[in-house]
């Protein structure tokens, strides 16, 4: 097993996506339509991600 310091990861630079980092291991957040990505932090590290989804008016009747 490679040590921390040493640890590569590929990612696919095509791809719309975000990636978060944490004690040697990668989360990828995924890109939406619409809507924001809130990332909370503690001790230099990330906890948790607050996902929102937007809905657009369009005319629609049901939501």
Known sequence: MQSIETMKAEIDLMENAMYLVSN????KVKAKDFGTDEVIW??????????????????????
Request: glycine share 12%.
């Open 24 to 27: 040697g291991r990668m989360t």
């Open 42 to 63: 503690k001790d230099g590290k990330w906890q948790d991600i607050i996902s929102h989804k937007r809905i657009r008016n369009c005319g629609q009747v049901k939501i």
